[in-house]
Nanobody, 127 residues
């Protein structure tokens, strides 16, 4: 079983940067693909980014490509989402999630493939 806790959210101005952290526990966490999703009020959960166990394969939604960077530190069981050039439309609750069967659908953008989820952290970007 994997436990995930997000942190680092807050209120920032457009153009600012923010770094989200996902702290994980679990014996085999380092072998899991980890994804970031977000959900704004009245909208469906949206894929943001994902990183494979090695950290060398990353995936991004078109809306954040070039602005966000996902990374992981398996020694510390941490996954990060560096968010630069934030826009008001980035406002949402951000969740990290773990795919325990990453070879089934590598770098999946579907939340159905992620078994474990954190509670989320709020990111608000003002204009």
């Amino acid at each position: 079983q994997v436990q995930l806790v997000e942190s680092g959210g807050g209120l920032v101005q457009a153009g600012d940067s923010l770094r989200l952290s996902c702290a994980a526990s679990g014996r085999t966490f380092s072998r899991y693909t980890v994804g970031w999703f977000r959900q704004a009020p009245g909208k469906e959960r949206e894929f943001v980014s994902a990183v494979t166990w090695s950290g060398r394969n990353t995936y991004y939604a078109d809306s954040v490509k070039g602005r966000f960077t996902i990374s992981r530190d398996n020694a510390e069981n941490m996954v990060y989402l560096q968010m630069n050039s934030l826009k008001p439309e980035d406002t949402a609750v951000y969740y990290c999630a773990a795919d325990t069967t990453p070879l089934r659908n590598p770098g999946s953008r579907s939340f159905d493939d992620y078994e474990y989820w954190g509670q989320g952290t709020q990111v608000t970007v003002s204009s």
